[in-house]
């Protein structure tokens, strides 16, 4: 049972324009969420994250959106340019930080292109 | 920022063979780290959690004599592929954190090869 999940395998996206990525979950208990973008033969890197109590967060060009109601968070990338084309997932914990592990999605793979 | 280095980055072997991960964190002391295996086109999945100073915490379905992990510092955990088959050949990743209140960073990732 995939407790996150991405149903966008893949997105296209032209330079400049807006790239939304979705991801779902269903745990109740999960209150912390983060976005990893990964390169082939790479580890994850970190992106943002945002905890339960907050339903928005933004860094420069990115912001992640969260709906707890609807269980369910996007990643906002304004504008997107090729350099972001990658593999992004996202994931969860059951509270904050280094201590709890983390329940990845599937990855959606965003290509931008020029 | 928060680093954390694994070594090596690739490795190729025969069957039988038992090799060793290790996974550092730089600038920072951590109690826990976390190791995931990720298969071709798949998500990370984790495998079991490193805790400093006690035993590791494994994930249901992954063998714990197979993949023996010991995390003998604050900065430093080990990932041992005890005699490696082809299905072991995959990519391996750790994890670490600083604070409580920050998020996990990972390694560059160890790419398995069983031949």
């Known amino acids: 049972d995939q407790q996150v999940k991405q149903n966008s395998p893949s997105l296209s996206v032209q330079e400049g324009r807006i790239s939304i990525l979705n991801c779902d979950y269903t745990?109740?208990?999960?209150?912390?969420f983060l976005w990893y973008k990964k390169y082939p033969a790479e580890g994850p890197t970190f992106l943002i994250s945002?905890?339960?109590?907050?339903d928005k967060n933004e860094d420069g060009r990115f912001t992640v959106f969260l709906n707890k109601s609807a269980k369910h968070l996007s990643l906002h990338i304004v504008p997107s340019q090729p350099g972001d084309s990658a593999v992004y997932f996202c994931?969860?914990?059951?509270?904050?930080?280094?201590?709890?592990?983390?329940?990845f999605g599937g990855g959606t793979r965003l290509m931008v292109k020029p | 920022g928060a680093v954390v280095s694994q070594h090596p980055s690739r490795v190729i072997c025969k069957s039988g063979t038992s090799v060793k991960i290790e996974c550092r964190s730089l600038?920072?002391?951590?109690?826990?780290m976390f190791w995931y295996r990720q298969f071709p086109k798949q998500s990370l999945m984790l495998m079991a959690t490193?805790?400093?100073?006690?035993?590791?915490?494994?994930e249901q379905g992954v063998e714990k004599d197979k993949f023996l992990i010991n995390h003998a510092s604050l900065t430093l955990s080990t990932l041992t592929v005890t005699s490696a088959h082809p299905e072991d050949s995959s990519f391996y990743i750790c994890?670490?954190?600083?604070?409580?209140?920050?998020?996990?960073?990972f390694g560059d990732g160890t790419r398995l090869s069983i031949l």
């Open positions: 994931a969860a914990s059951p509270g904050g930080g280094a201590g709890n592990m983390l329940t």
């Open positions: 994890s670490a954190g600083q604070d409580f209140n920050q998020p996990q960073h």
């Open positions: 945002i905890s339960s109590i907050k």
């Open positions: 600038d920072f002391q951590a109690t826990t």
């Open positions: 490193s805790n400093e100073g006690s035993k590791a915490t494994y």
């Open positions: 745990n109740s208990m999960f209150d912390y």
